[in-house]
T-cell receptor, first 111, second 116 residues
């Protein structure tokens, strides 16, 4: 079992729709969860982080964390073509500070 | 300001060359990281420095040698690399290394390395 799992996609949504990206992790002791956006040929850009169970909203982005289910998700409302990118889920493993990435989900937003 | 600056942006080197990658941040972050990313793969952790001391080495071959001269700078010295070492090398920094608030890592733009 991989430490951090994501569906590789591609996930295709029409412009203006809600895109839902999901991630599961195996280390039950993990405390820190991150979502990065990576455009082709560019470096990862931090877009959301969450440490507590529940929802965290920032503009069009909402991160959701459920530690009991070991599940973290990212919702993108009013998706735009400029949101088309690979979204990387990252989890900081307990007590080591290592940031472990999932394989990434490719999102395509079609005009 | 969440800027991490890496130089050079691109590097082509021969297998017998010695080169260095440089990374700089002025956010007062005390943890700095080197990652390697191959095409269509996620970043893989190589090294972590915390308070200028090497805290994690992910069993990286000795042809990669990290150095942290001070709290703002991180270098990666390269020697006798192989073509399979060609990748995007990413530097990142965070306020702190361990769990909780302050561990958000910000990445530089990367150095695209080609070994010929």
């Amino acid at each position: 079992q991989k430490e951090v799992e994501q569906n590789s996609g591609p996930l295709s949504v029409p412009e203006g729709a809600i895109a839902s990206l999901n991630c599961t992790y195996s280390d039950r002791g993990s405390q820190s969860f991150f979502w990065y956006r990576q455009y082709s040929g560019k470096s990862p850009e931090l877009i959301m982080f969450i440490y507590s169970n529940g929802d965290k909203e920032d503009g069009r982005f909402t991160a959701q964390l459920n530690k009991a289910s070991q599940y973290v998700s990212l919702l993108i409302r009013d998706s735009q073509p400029s949101d088309s990118a690979t979204y990387l889920c990252a989890v900081s493993t307990s007590n080591t500070g290592k940031l472990i990435f999932g394989q990434g989900t490719t999102l395509q937003v079609k005009p | 300001d969440t800027e991490v600056t890496q130089t050079p942006k691109h590097l082509v080197m021969g297998m017998t060359n010695k080169k260095s990658l440089k990374c700089e941040q002025h956010m007062g972050h005390r943890a700095m990281y080197w990652y390697k990313q191959k095409a269509k793969k996620p970043p893989e952790l190589m090294f972590v420095y915390s308070y200028e001391k090497l805290s994690i080495n992910e069993s990286v071959p000795s042809r990669f040698s990290p150095e942290c001269p001070n709290s703002s700078l991180l270098n990666l010295h390269l020697h006798a690399l192989q073509p399979e070492d060609s990748a995007l090398y990413l530097c990142a920094s965070s306020q702190d290394q361990y769990e909780g608030a302050g561990t958000e890592a910000f990445f530089g733009q990367g150095t695209r390395l080609t070994v010929v």
